[in-house]
């Protein structure tokens, strides 16, 4: 299965911005969104293990916190790492992440353009650079 990102985003309108950007990029990395963490099983179901999984914490159905939690205690998908997309960047707060099992906190960007610039960032980090385990290896 192709490598992929699997994102929980409950905002549809941040779902069709990060997708038109990603678009635009004419990327080889597809992104896969789920707005709960209920459609999680189903989405690996379909798609196989997702290489990276990005949490929007700024999301009123999930606490991001709980999420990273609950995925490093699970032992099919703690291996995956876990990377938080916030708007808080206070040391403490990003500690606590970390803490959780977070594999890295970004900070949101402001722009269309600084957006553009973290997804190719993101996208060159988590697989040119950084070795993921990925589902059968």
Known sequence: MQPYVLMLQADEDDQFLTQSILNEMQG?????FI???EEM????????????????????RHKAIEVVKFLKADPGLNYIPVVVLGEITTPDYTRQYYRAG???????????????????LFLDYWFDVAEVQMQGQ
């Open 102 to 120: 977070a594999s890295s906190y970004i900070t949101k960007p402001s722009t269309v353009a600084a957006m553009r610039k973290k997804i190719g």
């Open 41 to 60: 099983k189903s989405c690996i179901n379909q798609n196989g293990f997702p290489a990276v999984i990005l949490i929007n914490n700024h999301d009123h």
């Open 35 to 37: 707005s709960v963490i």
């Open 28 to 32: 080889t990395i597809p992104m896969r």
